[in-house]
Each structure stands twice: as C-alpha cells, then as structure tokens.
Nanobody
Framework: QVQLVESGGGLVQAGGSLRLSCAAS????????MGWFRQAPGKEREFVAYISASGGSTLYTDSVKGRFTISRDNAKNTVHLQMNSLKPEDTAVYYC????????????????WGQGTQVTVSS
C-alpha cells in the first residue's frame, strides 16, 4: 500500500507561485505513475498533471500548460507541482494520486490518494 501526504498549499495573490509537494511511503514508489488533481467547491475533481514512473513523460490539462510543472524525485519518494502565474480559477483542493496505468488522466485510473492541500488564489 502507498500512503500519500500533500503539503505546500496556502494563500497567494494572482500572478504568484506555489510549490506543492507529495510525500509517499512504500518500497515501490518508483514503479507508480503519479498525478495531481484538483477540486473546487461544488465542482467535480479534475485532472491537472501526470508524470510517468520514470519521470520521462508528463501530461497537463490545457488550462495549466506553460504555468505548472510536475516533477518527481524517486530517491526521495516525492512528487512536486510547481505552480506559476496563478489565477483565481486555480483555487481548489489539490490532491496527489498514485497508480499503475500509464498516461492516466481520470480519477478511476488511480489507486491511492492523499488527503489534499488547499490552494487559494486571491485577486
């Protein structure tokens, strides 16, 4: 079993930056693809970014391309989401997820989830 804990959320003004982190437990972290999702109040959880187990492939939803960067350090069992040029519409709870499916962009393709971290972008 993989346990995930997100951190790094907070309150930031539009145009600012935040770096989210996801710490994973488990001996086989490097074999899991990882994703970031977000959920705003009253909305469905949506895909944000994906990174393959090796870190060699990434995917982003169109609304964050060029602004967000997903990365991982398998030696430290961590995944990060660097968020730049933040907009009010980025406000949501951000979740880290782990799974065994390549190029996964849907919630049902992931097995393990963190508790979420709040990101609030003010205007």
């Amino acid at each position: 079993q993989v346990q995930l804990v997100e951190s790094g959320g907070g309150l930031v003004q539009a145009g600012g930056s935040l770096r989210l982190s996801c710490a994973a437990s488990g001996r086989t972290f490097s074999s899991y693809a990882m994703g970031w999702f977000r959920q705003a109040p009253g909305k469905e959880r949506e895909f944000v970014a994906y990174i393959s187990a090796s870190g060699g492939s990434t995917l982003y939803t169109d609304s964050v391309k060029g602004r967000f960067t997903i990365s991982r350090d398998n030696a430290k069992n961590t995944v990060h989401l660097q968020m730049n040029s933040l907009k009010p519409e980025d406000t949501a709870v951000y979740y880290c997820a782990a799974g065994r499916i390549a190029r996964a962009t849907m919630i049902n393709q992931y097995t393990y989830w963190g508790q979420g971290t709040q990101v609030t972008v003010s205007s």
